[in-house]
C-alpha cells in the first residue's frame, strides 16, 4: 500500500468551503467490494475488506458526521486528487492524504480510520494552499515595459501549474487564472519585451508536438489574446528559447535560441507584423554547456539588454552583455558556483524597487538548508547592483512547490 501523508503548512487562501455532499449506499457484506464504487466518485467503507455500507461522493465535503473517523478503505474514482484531512472543514496545519485518481482495481486501507473532511482539487498544492505562489513586489520608480503584464510597475510572474494552467501573480500576494488548461503541451515558455508593437509584454509558447512556435500577446491588463503563430515549424531543434529585448537596438523585442546540434547561439531579431526576421549568429559555440539563459533586461545601465547564462559543469552563472553591434560582449562571473541547484531562474525585472532588475530562483532538491538537501520549491531572490551583478540570497518561503514553469 502507499501512504503519504503530508502536513498542512500553509493557511488555505481562496478556497470555497462546500456543504456536505457524503451519500450511503448499502450492499450486501458478502457482494460487497471497492468495485462497486461508481465511476466519478470517491468511496469509503469502514471495513478494512471493503465490507458493509458504502459511502460515497463527488462533491466536497467539510463534515463526515457520523462518519468521521470511520472510513477504513477508500478508492478515488474521480479525475480529481481527493484531499483527505484529518480534521473538519479541510483545516490549515492539518495532516491530509493527497490521494490521486486510482487506477481500475486499485483501493486503499488506513489502519486508523482519521478521515474527517474530504476536498477535490486538481492539483496536490491545493489541498493546503492556492494553486499560483505567494508573489510580493515593490512598485518600480519606473514604467520600464520588461516583467510587467499590467503596467502597475511592480514586477509579476507567470506561473504553470501540474494541471496545465496558467496563472498570472501581479505582485501584490493574489493571483488569477489566465488559462484555463492545455498548457502543458507547450515544452517552452518564455517572455520579456513587446513583440506585437503596442506597447504592451507578450508570451511566447513552443508546441512540443509540432514544433511550432505561437505568440500570445499580452492585454496589458496582465491576460493573453488569442495567439498568432510566430514559427511554423522546427522550433524543436533548438534549446533555451529566450525572449530577449532589443538587443538589435530597432525598437523591437528580440528572440534568442541555442541549436541543439552545434551549440551555437542564434538571434531572431523582431521584425514588423509580429514576426521574426532573419536569424543571426551571435555565439559560434558552445552554448549546449549552459543549461539555463535569462534576459535579465538592462543590468548593466548602458541602455542594452543582457543575458544571464548558468554552466551545467560548474553551476557558476555569467553575464554576457549586449552590445551596440546586436552581439554579446565579453562574460562576466555573476555567481562563482552552487547555481545548479536552482531549478528555475526567473528574470521578471524589478521587484525590490530600486529601478535595477533582478533575479527570482526557485530551488530544486540539491538545495540545503542547515546541511540537508531535499529543499525543492523554496523561493530565493537576488536583488540586481549597478555593474550587473547580484547581491546576496534572500530566502522567502517554500511555497513554490508543486508547480511546473515560471516566466
Not at 150 to 160: E, M
Not at 237 to 266: E, F, P
Not at 303 to 331: I, M
Request: proline share 4%.
Amino acid at each position: 500500500m502507499r501512504k503519504r501523508f503530508k502536513q498542512g503548512v500553509a493557511a488555505l487562501v481562496g478556497l470555497t468551503l462546500a456543504g456536505a455532499g457524503l451519500t450511503v449506499a448499502t450492499a450486501a457484506s458478502a457482494a460487497a467490494s471497492t468495485s462497486d464504487c461508481p465511476s466519478g466518485y470517491f468511496c469509503g467503507w469502514a471495513d478494512a475488506a471493503a465490507k458493509g455500507s458504502m459511502y460515497k461522493t463527488k462533491t466536497n465535503v467539510a463534515d463526515l458526521g457520523s462518519w468521521d473517523n470511520k472510513i477504513r478503505t477508500f478508492v478515488n474514482r474521480t479525475k480529481s486528487i481527493a484531499c483527505l484531512y484529518d480534521l473538519k472543514n479541510y483545516a490549515p496545519g492539518s495532516t491530509y492524504w493527497p490521494q490521486e485518481p486510482d487506477e481500475p482495481g486499485e483501493s486503499r486501507t488506513n489502519p486508523t480510520p482519521t478521515i474527517s473532511s474530504i476536498k477535490f482539487v486538481r492539483t496536490e498544492r491545493e489541498c493546503n494552499q492556492p494553486a499560483y505562489p505567494s508573489w510580493v513586489s515593490e512598485t518600480s520608480p519606473t514604467a520600464a515595459g520588461f516583467g510587467d503584464m499590467n503596467g502597475d510597475r511592480r514586477a509579476d510572474v507567470i506561473t504553470r501549474d501540474m494541471a496545465g494552467r496558467l496563472w498570472f501573480t501581479p505582485g501584490d500576494d493574489t493571483g488569477r487564472l489566465i488559462g484555463a488548461g492545455g498548457w502543458n503541451a507547450m515544452n517552452t515558455l518564455t517572455r520579456h519585451g513587446d513583440f506585437t508593437g503596442d506597447g504592451r509584454e507578450d508570451l511566447i509558447a513552443r508546441e512540443k508536438a509540432t514544433g511550432k512556435l505561437w505568440l500570445y500577446p499580452g492585454t496589458g491588463t496582465g491576460s493573453l489574446g488569442a495567439r498568432r503563430l510566430l514559427g511554423a515549424s522546427g522550433w524543436n531543434a533548438m534549446n533555451h528559447i529566450t525572449a530577449y529585448g532589443d538587443l538589435t537596438g530597432d525598437g523591437r523585442s528580440d528572440l534568442i535560441a541555442v541549436q541543439k546540434s552545434t551549440g551555437k547561439l542564434w538571434l531572431y531579431p523582431g521584425a514588423s507584423g509580429s514576426k521574426l526576421g532573419a536569424r543571426k549568429l551571435i555565439g559560434s559555440g558552445g552554448w549546449n554547456g549552459m543549461n539555463a539563459l535569462a534576459g535579465m533586461g538592462d543590468v548593466t545601465g548602458d541602455g542594452r539588454p543582457d543575458l544571464y547564462a548558468r554552466e551545467k559543469a560548474t553551476g557558476k552563472l555569467w553575464l554576457y552583455p549586449g552590445t551596440s553591434t546586436a552581439r554579446l560582449g565579453a562574460r562576466k562571473l555573476v555567481g562563482s558556483g552552487g547555481w545548479n541547484t536552482m531549478e528555475h531562474l526567473i528574470p521578471v525585472g524589478d521587484f525590490s524597487g530600486d529601478g535595477r532588475p533582478d533575479l527570482a530562483t526557485v530551488t530544486n532538491e540539491k538545495y540545503k538548508i542547515d546541511g540537508f538537501e531535499g529543499h525543492l520549491g523554496w523561493l530565493i531572490t537576488y536583488r540586481g547592483r549597478a555593474g550587473g551583478t547580484l547581491y546576496g540570497p534572500q530566502r522567502t518561503h517554500g511555497e513554490w512547490w508543486g508547480l511546473s514553469d515560471f516566466c
